[in-house]
């Protein structure tokens, strides 16, 4: 008998609704309360090797609306980091490959704009509330939580940030936050003053929404499948604290176009190994795919031509880690259209045990089906089979169910 289970792939987006506002703490709460596991969370910052860390998430009402409030403790803690102090911390944690490399492009993000605001070299930027330990929380259990959630898409209303004063480490500044406003300027990000006189949006939260998304305004047509509120600490007479996050599946799953952006850059003065290293480092940055391709360039010389394909929001991002890595003077950027297959993961249940398969639709038919390589290469070495004989049989399986 062929046990057969259908489920859409990860094909998720996440919108984030910031009526009041957002905090780093408040992302986090919302994704615990649409599903992310707190204790799953817990066992990733545990392995940041700070001490004694815990956290802590109750709930409480804000406005009559019932949300989740997430609260960081370190007791003992009181660290300004350096952001190398930071990556090393991310660097030896064991929160996987995607979420160490936001993390640290987040706090490099944060380091460049604070060094910009103040003058300072970005090594020389001392991290006040960016560094102690619930911002360094906020931001790897946000990155957590995309991973673990599945979501692909991160959407934003426009931003509330609040307004009157902020008591910082630097004195009284107007809200929102010098890092708060340049972090929004970069990513052409939509603002809107109030809805009290409060500083309603922080450094930390516009660092994570601006990194991961990719458009901000109205919320489109999606299929919901899950809602959080995460509750901010303070409470307002008429506007309840709170950030919502919807996720959601789009309502056509693989739709039948997009646009992504490529990036080419023509390199022949790098050794592999340093191409390689920025190759993993822009797919754990979020590049859709990553290639080289062999060419000759003028005076004989062999070279590459490195190509990444991403989403236009990530596009910048990309291209400033192919700079850092000193491979290129100059990057090609190309927008292009794109048509796929809308996508699904079944999953069959062989007597080799469970294999995934990747399948495409076209309009509504199966055109396209692939065991998963990591599925079948772990079936193989288990079973002691050929990799070619646990792919016949997951296919048949698959032929099976779709009799």
Same mark, same amino acid.
């Given at each position: 008998?062929?046990?057969?289970?259908?489920?859409?792939?990860?094909?998720?987006?996440?919108?984030?609704?910031? +009526?009041?506002?957002?905090?780093?703490?408040?992302?986090?709460?919302?994704?615990?309360?649409?599903?992310?596991?707190?204790?799953?969370?817990?066992?990733?910052?545990?392995? +940041?090797?700070?001490?004694?860390?815990?956290?802590?998430?109750?709930?409480?009402?804000?406005?009559?609306?019932?949300?989740?409030?997430? !609260?960081?403790?370190?007791?003992?803690?009181?660290?300004? @980091?350096?952001?190398? $102090?930071?990556?090393?911390?991310?660097?030896?944690?064991?929160?996987?490959?995607?979420?160490?490399?936001?993390?640290?492009?987040?706090?490099?993000?944060?380091?460049?704009?604070?060094?910009?605001?103040?003058?300072? /070299?970005?090594?020389?930027?001392?991290?006040?509330?960016?560094?102690?330990?619930?911002?360094?929380? $906020?931001?790897?259990?946000?990155?957590?939580?995309?991973?673990?959630?599945?979501?692909?898409?991160?959407?934003?209303?426009?931003?509330?940030?609040?307004?009157? *004063?902020?008591?910082?480490?630097?004195?009284?500044?107007?809200?929102?936050?010098?890092? !708060?406003? #340049?972090?929004?300027?970069?990513?052409?990000?939509?603002?809107?003053?109030?809805?009290?006189?409060?500083?309603?949006?922080?450094?930390?939260?516009?660092?994570?929404?601006?990194?991961?998304?990719? @458009?901000?305004?109205?919320?489109?047509?999606?299929?919901?499948?899950?809602?959080?509120?995460?509750?901010? !600490?303070?409470?307002?007479?008429?506007?309840?604290?709170?950030?919502?996050?919807?996720?959601?599946?789009?309502?056509?799953?693989?739709? $039948?176009? /997009?646009?992504?952006?490529?990036?080419?850059?023509?390199?022949? /003065?790098? /050794?592999? #190994?340093?191409?390689?290293?920025?190759?993993?480092?822009?797919?754990?940055?979020?590049?859709?795919?990553?290639?080289?391709?062999?060419?000759?360039?003028?005076?004989?010389?062999?070279?590459?031509?490195?190509?990444?394909?991403?989403?236009?929001?990530?596009?910048?991002?990309?291209?400033?880690?192919?700079?850092?890595?000193?491979?290129?003077?100059?990057?090609?950027?190309?927008?292009?259209? @794109?048509?796929?297959?809308?996508?699904?993961?079944?999953?069959?249940? !062989? #007597?080799?045990?469970?294999?995934?398969?990747? *399948?495409?639709? +076209?309009?509504?038919?199966?055109?396209?089906?692939?065991?998963?390589?990591?599925?079948?290469?772990?079936?193989?070495?288990?079973?002691?089979?050929?990799?070619?004989?646990? @792919?016949?049989?997951?296919?048949?399986?698959?032929?099976?169910? *779709?009799?």
């Amino acid at each position: 008998m062929v046990e057969v289970y259908v489920s859409e792939e990860l094909m998720k987006t996440a919108y984030f609704d910031c +009526l009041a506002g957002c905090g780093g703490d408040m992302i986090v709460a919302a994704m615990i309360d649409a599903g992310l596991d707190a204790d799953f969370l817990q066992s990733r910052l545990d392995s +940041l090797g700070i001490a004694d860390l815990k956290i802590k998430v109750e709930k409480v009402m804000r406005c009559g609306i019932s949300a989740l409030h997430f !609260t960081p403790a370190a007791p003992g803690e009181h660290h300004h @980091r350096k952001l190398s $102090d930071i990556i090393e911390i991310v660097a030896q944690s064991d929160i996987g490959e995607s979420a160490k490399g936001h993390t640290a492009d987040i706090f490099r993000k944060l380091a460049e704009v604070e060094g910009r605001i103040h003058a300072k /070299d970005v090594e020389a930027v001392c991290f006040h509330e960016v560094g102690a330990v619930d911002s360094i929380v $906020d931001i790897v259990g946000a990155c957590v939580g995309f991973d673990a959630l599945g979501v692909e898409e991160v959407c934003c209303s426009a931003l509330s940030v609040g307004g009157g *004063t902020i008591q910082s480490a630097h004195g009284l500044l107007p809200a929102p936050a010098p890092a !708060t406003v #340049e972090l929004l300027k970069e990513a052409n990000a939509p603002i809107v003053g109030g809805p009290v006189d409060s500083e309603l949006l922080t450094p930390t939260a516009a660092a994570i929404l601006t990194h991961f998304a990719g @458009r901000f305004g109205a919320m489109g047509a999606m299929k919901v499948q899950a809602t959080g509120y995460g509750a901010g !600490t303070r409470q307002f007479d008429d506007v309840p604290n709170v950030l919502r996050l919807i996720v959601g599946q789009t309502e056509e799953p693989g739709a $039948d176009a /997009d646009c992504v952006c490529v990036l080419e850059c023509n390199i022949d /003065d790098a /050794d592999g #190994e340093t191409v390689g290293f920025a190759m993993d480092r822009l797919l754990d940055a979020g590049a859709l795919d990553v290639f080289t391709t062999a060419i000759g360039m003028k005076h004989n010389r062999p070279a590459v031509m490195l190509s990444v394909i991403s989403s236009p929001a990530k596009a910048s991002d990309l291209e400033r880690i192919i700079f850092s890595a000193g491979l290129t003077l100059g990057i090609r950027r190309q927008l292009i259209a @794109r048509s796929r297959l809308a996508r699904q993961s079944v999953t069959v249940r !062989t #007597e080799f045990g469970s294999i995934r398969i990747k *399948t495409g639709s +076209l309009q509504g038919r199966v055109v396209s089906a692939k065991p998963e390589y990591a599925d079948c290469a772990e079936a193989a070495g288990k079973h002691g089979l050929s990799l070619k004989a646990v @792919r016949k049989a997951a296919m048949e399986a698959f032929r099976q169910s *779709t009799v």
